[in-house]
Nanobody
Framework: QVQLVESGGGLVQAGGSLRLSCAASGRTFSRSAMGWFRQAPGKEREFVAA????????NYADSVKGRFTVSRDNAKNSAYLQMNSLKPEDTAVYYCAADRRSYGGSSSATDDYDYWGQGTQVTVSS
């Protein structure tokens, strides 16, 4: 059974930082793209960042460029999202996602991801 488990969320003041982790189990994703999405209350799930299987290609939503950094450790079957200079509008549930295909790119489309975690809450206070 494939599982993606996010951790690292919490409450932080505006301007602060958090590092989210995503640990995958049940199969290896070392040859698959992994991404991060978020969903705020009353809003649709939106793309945040993604990394290709070898991290050569990364992709970011305009709203987080320059503040967030996506990375991965294929040896640990894990992905990370370093979030700096957090803003209240970053408040959301953050989800990790993984593509079942091999050698995919850093897609921003939810339909390109087959496995999803349960999410971790990030709350940024003003």
């Amino acid at each position: 059974q494939v599982q993606l488990v996010e951790s690292g969320g919490g409450l932080v003041q505006a301007g602060g930082s958090l590092r989210l982790s995503c640990a995958a189990s049940g199969r290896t994703f070392s040859r698959s793209a992994m991404g991060w999405f978020r969903q705020a209350p009353g809003k649709e799930r939106e793309f945040v960042a993604a990394a290709s299987w070898n991290s050569i290609n990364t992709n970011y939503a305009d709203s987080v460029k320059g503040r967030f950094t996506v990375s991965r450790d294929n040896a640990k079957n894990s992905a990370y999202l370093q979030m700096n200079s957090l803003k209240p509008e970053d408040t959301a549930v953050y989800y990790c996602a993984a593509d079942r295909r091999s050698y995919g790119g850093s897609s921003s489309a939810t339909d390109d991801y087959d496995y999803w975690g349960q999410g971790t809450q990030v709350t940024v206070s003003s």
